[in-house]
């Protein structure tokens, strides 16, 4: 199974690229799905507490259960206005 | 600017890399009917926390912000005794002065314009996935901002598969 990921704003840039494909096992969240591209860059890791995720463009608990093909984003802060 | 969507009545939703029409916004919700529009505009500041500001870049997760804002206009309608609402962000590099965010709404008395213009850019900074990097001399940085509410956890939360 496969996840569309974005990534915005300074996590855009720790990431080192706005959005990838990443592969998932059935059952698993978005707080794994967070966890398996922490492996890929470290330093996402410190950012977990303060990011909000994104499930097909609506807020969503990290413990949502994914399925395939959802686009997921890690959502820092915002500051519009 | 692009995507136009009307949404209630004849709200107006815009988000874009061009100059905002503030005189075009004003005009689009002032109907006969109304006794009051409220405009919001906000504008690009030269500095910030005792900082120079240069200029600003603004980005967004472009889709979803886009719904975000409709959902704010929508939802004005429901909480105030408003007529109609006009949103517009701008995203891409904003010089000193120009205005990043405007809103306009009208109303038949003034009370729940002024209410409904406040909630709405209020609610904008909290929920809209807008990002402002900030350009001073010496570097640039993510401005502070606000995590956005998410909804609890529900068993619903499951997918259909």
């Known amino acids: 199974m496969q996840a569309r990921v974005l990534f915005f704003g300074k996590l855009k840039e720790i990431a080192g690229a706005p959005e990838r494909s990443v592969e998932f096992r059935p059952g698993e969240t978005i707080a794994e799905l967070f966890e398996r591209c922490a492996s890929q860059k470290p330093e996402l890791a410190a950012f977990r507490s303060s990011v909000v995720a994104s499930r097909n463009q609506e807020f969503a608990p990290w413990t949502t259960v994914l399925a395939s093909g959802d686009e997921v984003a890690f959502l820092p802060p915002v500051s519009g206005g | ?161």
């Open chain 2, 1 to 161: 600017m692009s995507p136009v969507t009307p949404t209630h009545n004849d709200d107006l939703v815009l988000l874009g890399r061009e100059p905002i029409s503030a005189d075009a916004l004003v005009r689009h919700v002032r109907q006969s009917h109304d006794g009051a529009v409220v405009t919001f505009d906000g504008c690009v500041r030269n500095h910030s926390r005792g900082r120079a500001t240069l200029y600003l870049e603004y980005e967004s997760y472009e889709s979803m912000a886009f719904e975000k804002m409709k959902e704010i206009a929508a939802s004005l309608h429901t909480l105030f005794a408003i007529d109609s609402v006009a949103i517009a962000h701008r995203l891409g590099r904003l010089e000193i002065g120009e205005t990043s965010v405007f809103i306009a709404v009208s109303a038949p008395h003034r009370k729940a314009a002024f209410e409904a213009c406040r909630h709405a850019i209020d609610t904008l900074k909290k929920t809209v996935p807008i990002w402002k990097k900030e350009f001073f001399a010496d570097g640039a940085i993510w401005a502070d901002g606000e995590l956005p509410p998410v909804p609890a956890a529900t068993p619903a939360a499951k997918p259909a598969s």
